[in-house]
Every structure is written in structure tokens, then in C-alpha cells.
């Protein structure tokens, strides 16, 4: 169980471009969802947390404009990269946090990961 | 943000127990202490969590201090499969239990 996909796994876009990832909680419902970025040889860097039903909220330095956040049901989010650069070429990370799960003990559950790739 | 300190790497061989140490001497009475661990190109793995008491899993134990500044993530027996980066995290009240990664213990296993 507490399965998370991610769609597509590796896309390749040319500059000016617009890309969207998915994100589905398979197995669990999750009210809550968390994009993450990695450059080559780092850690993750949290961009947003997603809510369903409301807007997501931005880490700092995070453009929202750039990178539109939609968690329209409670087993789906979605990350578009607006207008992609050459600079957002990363991997992006997902994850779902557990609804049955609560106060600290919460455990999120991570996609696969999309590695972005702007030309 | 609350802070966890861990060495950059490590070393096993297979077979062997593992003990990864992580120190957190800033951590706060609700703050519950989670372990993830991320292999190469993929997504992190959820492997443990605990607030006072020892934990086991199926994975590993995760062994807390008593005043709860230092934990140790233990591998009963490493395999070439649990080489990953193993990240210790603080997941904090404040900050709504957001995870903040850190940079993460590198582990190498050897056959």
C-alpha cells in the first residue's frame, strides 16, 4: 500500500515551452501534497504545499506564477512549469501525505520522480 | 527551521548492522523524528519514525536518546540494496510538519 505515481518520468521540452506532471496518491486519500525539486547532487528543496480544494502555498523564493499548482481531488495534484528554461531542468519529486495518519506521526509517501529536461 | 546534524557518509559491509547516527539537539518536546532514505534516481522512501521510544519496522529500529538530542537509524543487516542516502528529519509542529531535507548520510555498502 501508500503507492504514488508520477507522469510522465522523464520529459524532454524545448525552451518557452509549458510542461505538466502529475502526481496520484494510488492506494490512500491525501489531503495534502508536497512538490520537491533536486538539482544533480543535492537534496530535495521543498517548492510548495499542495491542499485540496485550496491554493497551494509557496516556500520562499518560489515563483507561483512560474509553477502552477491544481490538487483538484483527493488523490490527484498537478505541477505545470510555465514558460520552462534551461534552469528548471531538475528532477521534481511528489509526495502525498497519509489522511489516516495525523500530529507529527504523518508520513508522506514519494512519486518516483520526473526528470525535466528544458533545451 | 529545526536542524539535524549527520555525517556525510558512510561505510558497511554486507551482512553487517549499521548504526547511522543523527544529532538534533535542538528538538523540541512534539517534534517527532522520521527517517527516509532516497537510492539513486528515485523518490524518497519512508523507514521509520518515533517520538521517545525505540521503534522497529520490518526495515530497521530507530533507537532514541534519552533526552531525545540524538537518534540512531539501525540496519539489523546491511544488503547492497540499502545503500542510499539516509536523511534524518524533524517533523515540527510550527512548521505545519513540513519535512526539511538536510544533506543526508551517503551509505556504502560492500559484498
Known amino acids: 500500500g501508500a503507492v504514488v505515481s508520477q507522469h510522465p518520468s522523464r520529459v524532454i521540452c524545448k525552451s518557452g515551452t509549458s510542461v505538466k506532471i502529475e502526481c496520484r496518491s494510488l492506494?490512500?486519500?491525501?489531503?495534502?501534497m508536497f512538490w520537491y525539486r533536486q538539482f544533480p547532487k543535492q537534496s530535495l528543496m521543498l517548492m510548495a504545499t499542495?491542499?485540496?480544494?485550496?491554493?497551494?502555498?509557496?516556500e520562499q523564493g518560489v515563483e507561483k506564477d512560474k509553477f502552477l499548482i491544481n490538487h483538484a481531488s483527493l488523490t490527484l495534484s498537478t505541477l505545470t512549469v510555465t514558460s520552462a528554461h534551461p534552469e528548471d531542468s531538475s528532477f521534481y519529486i511528489c509526495?502525498?501525505?497519509?489522511?489516516?495518519?495525523?500530529?507529527?506521526?504523518?508520513?508522506?509517501?514519494f512519486g518516483p520522480g520526473t526528470r525535466l529536461l528544458v533545451l | 527551521d529545526a536542524k539535524t546534524t549527520q555525517p556525510n557518509s558512510m561505510e558497511s559491509n554486507e551482512e553487517e548492522p549499521v548504526h547511522l547516527p543523527c544529532n538534533h539537539s535542538?528538538?523540541?518536546?512534539?517534534?517527532?523524528i522520521h527517517w527516509y532514505r532516497q537510492l539513486p534516481s528515485q523518490g524518497p522512501e519512508y523507514v521509520i519514525h518515533?517520538?521517545?521510544s525505540n521503534v522497529n519496522n520490518r526495515m530497521a529500529s530507530l533507537a532514541i536518546a534519552e533526552d531525545r538530542k540524538s537518534s540512531t537509524l539501525i540496519l539489523h543487516r546491511a544488503t547492497l540494496r540499502d545503500a542510499a542516502v539516509y536523511y534524518c528529519?524533524?517533523?515540527?509542529?510550527?512548521?505545519?510538519?513540513?519535512?526539511?531535507f538536510g544533506k543526508g548520510t551517503l551509505l556504502t555498502v560492500n559484498p
Open positions: 499542495s491542499n485540496e480544494g485550496s491554493k497551494a502555498t509557496y
Open positions: 535542538t528538538i523540541s518536546g512534539t517534534d517527532y
Open positions: 528529519i524533524l517533523s515540527v509542529l510550527g512548521s505545519n510538519y513540513k519535512l526539511t
Open positions: 509526495s502525498a501525505r497519509d489522511l489516516r495518519t495525523s500530529g507529527g506521526q504523518e508520513t508522506q509517501y
Open positions: 492506494d490512500f486519500q491525501a489531503t495534502t
Open positions: 518515533g517520538l521517545t
